[in-house]
């Protein structure tokens, strides 16, 4: 006796070999998925094909998605595109959703922010939230267009509304900013709590800052760390490096730790994030809970300067001083002083005033200095009160 599952399939196979388009796709979407069937893409490809040919939209738009992706079929981006904008002319909102992000990244299509508005609206219009969101991005960021807050909080609420959670931090941080919405730090903070607790890292990141600093809520540091925790664990740099921050201070909520900030340290920096680079790189300079290595500190160092990070430049500045290469220490400091480092212009100042590695210098001394003390750098400001005695 067939089960009711098998059953159905039997059905549905029947219906498809008959010809019926809807049929087709069903079938061809359980080989895809392995719902109720062994899964085999090829197979997959062969009834969503029949489907798409048919013209039927859902079918189209997913024929295109296999061609995108290489499943079952050859990957063929022309094709894919060919299909998907069959479906998008249907109507398919998931079709005009996956053009207008084609045309916003520049993938598969040339970047062109014009019809990429014009697509995402199109998807956005009929309901879809992540459509709805994306098209609120481009009016905060104005992405080929004016930027417009209101414009980007009306397309934002509406896909909160569906609990978009991106969306919804970016409500919270329109409330935070100020931007088209009067400040509000307690409108931020309810939107962010939002998003937080159905688990979006981005959110659970700024809720976290929000806590840190008092911001809308009591300030509360062990708050903050569980929400960077939450953040951390789903690979947020940003909370990773906020973290090892915490352990490596340990004045707040933590006792210093600087195993565990080296831990959380490194995972950021795997991600490319520089701040934590530099980090490393300083707890490698300076022996904190390693064993001091000036050339895994430069490795660090060097690495945040490829993504122009001033402070991993200023410090390789220091590591060629500190060898008594000056020249090489001038040359890194002066570079990270013209990007606005002002530890490097302090430094810089310092120099020029006191003549020693460099040629002493009054006017460039005072440039350096009050570009230094411009930033709240005190030992600019006190330097600066004992040149004009």
């Not at 664990?233 to 990773?240: I, R, T």
């Amino acid at each position: 006796m067939k089960s009711a599952a098998n059953s159905h399939v039997d059905t549905l196979r029947h219906s498809a070999e008959k010809g019926d388009a809807k049929a087709q796709y069903k079938l061809g979407m359980m080989y895809f998925t392995g719902n109720g069937v062994d899964r085999d893409l090829c197979e997959a490809a062969r009834w969503v094909r029949m489907s798409a040919e048919k013209g039927y939209a859902d079918a189209e738009y997913i024929l295109g998605n296999m061609y995108l992706g290489g499943y079952g079929i050859d990957k063929d981006d022309d094709e894919a595109l060919k299909w998907m904008r069959k479906a998008a002319d249907q109507g398919n909102r998931d079709a005009q959703y996956m053009i207008g992000l084609m045309y916003l990244n520049g993938e598969v299509l040339a970047q062109n922010y014009g019809e990429a508005l014009n697509w995402l609206k199109k998807a956005a219009g009929q309901g879809d939230e992540y459509a709805q969101y994306s098209v609120g991005r481009i009016y905060e960021y104005g992405n080929g267009v004016e930027q417009n807050y209101y414009e980007a909080m009306s397309w934002y609420e509406k896909a909160a509304a569906q609990n978009h959670t991106g969306a919804q931090n970016n409500i919270g941080m329109m409330y935070f900013y100020g931007h088209g919405v009067e400040q509000n730090y307690a409108e931020a903070i309810k939107w962010l709590m939002k998003a937080a607790k159905q688990g979006d890292d981005v959110a659970q990141h700024n809720l976290a800052i929000m806590y840190c600093n008092g911001y809308g809520v009591e300030k509360d540091y062990k708050e903050a760390m569980k929400w960077f925790i939450k953040a951390a664990e789903q690979g947020n740099a940003s909370s990773q490096y906020e973290l090892g921050a915490f352990y490596q201070d340990g004045d707040r909520a933590v006792g210093q730790d600087y195993s565990e900030a080296m831990k959380w340290f490194k995972k950021a920096a795997e991600q490319g994030h520089s701040g934590a680079q530099v980090k490393i790189g300083l707890m490698y300079c300076y022996g904190h809970g390693v064993e001091q290595d000036y050339g895994k500190a430069m490795h660090w160092f060097k690495m945040g300067e490829k993504q122009g990070n001033t402070d991993a430049q200023y410090n390789i500045g220091v590591i060629h001083f500190i060898k008594g290469n000056y020249r090489e220490a001038m040359s890194y400091f002066k570079q990270a002083a013209e990007k606005g480092n002002p530890e490097a212009q302090f430094y810089l100042g310092s120099a020029y005033h006191e003549g020693i590695i460099i040629a002493h210098d009054y006017c460039e001394a005072v440039k350096w200095l009050e570009k230094a003390a411009e930033q709240g750098h005190d030992g600019a400001k006190k330097t600066m009160i004992n040149l004009k005695q």
